[in-house]
Antibody, heavy 122, light 108 residues
Framework: EVQLLELGGALVQPGGSLRLSCAASGFTFDDFAMHWVRQPPGKGPEWVAG????????AYADSVKGRFTVSRDNAKNSLFVQMDRLRPEDTAFYYCVKDIFPSLGSGPLASWGQGTLVTVSS | EIVLTQSPDTLSLSPGERATLSCRAS???????LAWYQQRPGQAPRLLFY???FRATGIPARFSGSGSGTDFTLIISRLEPEDFAVYYC?????????FGQGTKLEIK
């Protein structure tokens, strides 16, 4: 069974930084692209970033480009996102999501974690 | 970026009725790289369909997906109580990948 556990959500001040991690299990991690998707409370989801199986292809939403950095460690079955210069509008549940293919732009968001809440507020 | 517009915003129906949800893209979604998700309160979204007619694992046969180009449809043939939720379409054809605003399916 696919399991995705997001860690690292917290309350942070505007302008601050936070690093989220995702521990994956139940599948061969380096066979699949991975994504971060966020959802503000009471609103719809927004795709944030995606990374191919070998980290060769990485893509970001315009709203986070230059501030967020996604990475993965296939040896540790882990996905990360470093979030810098955080803004109040970054407040959301952040989900770690598994693709169905190794490359980006080929498959849907197949399996979702339960999410971790990031709150950006003073 | 590709903008997805879902209609209606809210759909009020009774159990046993048929639901038709629409998703229109601002540009053609090549390869029909369009997916549908269901989200129940307090839960993460769940993949229903992709491609857009390939049913994800465990999704009941009363759900069906179709469409191509810019117009896509999700149909639930006979609504069960657990089907009342919010539904999102999503395109993974072109980065940035985008979602529709959602259709809330509520009990009438």
């Amino acid at each position: 069974e696919v399991q995705l556990l997001e860690l690292g959500g917290a309350l942070v001040q505007p302008g601050g930084s936070l690093r989220l991690s995702c521990a994956a299990s139940g599948f061969t991690f380096d066979d699949f692209a991975m994504h971060w998707v966020r959802q503000p409370p009471g609103k719809g989801p927004e795709w944030v970033a995606g990374i191919s199986w070998n980290s060769a292809t990485i893509a970001y939403a315009d709203s986070v480009k230059g501030r967020f950095t996604v990475s993965r460690d296939n040896a540790k079955n882990s996905l990360f996102v470093q979030m810098d210069r955080l803004r109040p509008e970054d407040t959301a549940f952040y989900y770690c999501v598994k693709d169905i293919f190794p490359s980006l732009g080929s498959g849907p968001l197949a399996s979702w974690g339960q999410g971790t809440l990031v709150t950006v507020s003073s | 970026e590709i903008v997805l517009t879902q209609s209606p915003d809210t759909l009020s129906l009774s159990p046993g009725e048929r639901a038709t949800l629409s998703c229109r893209a601002s540009q053609s979604v090549s390869g029909s790289y369009l997916a549908w998700y269901q989200q129940r309160p307090g839960q993460a979204p769940r993949l229903l369909f992709y491609g857009p007619s390939f049913r994800a694992t465990g999704i009941p046969a009363r759900f069906s997906g179709s469409g191509s180009g810019t117009d896509f449809t999700l149909i639930i043939s006979r609504l069960e109580p657990e089907d009342f939720a919010v539904y999102y379409c999503h395109q993974y054809d072109r980065s940035p990948f985008t979602f529709g605003q959602g259709t809330k399916l509520e009990i009438k």
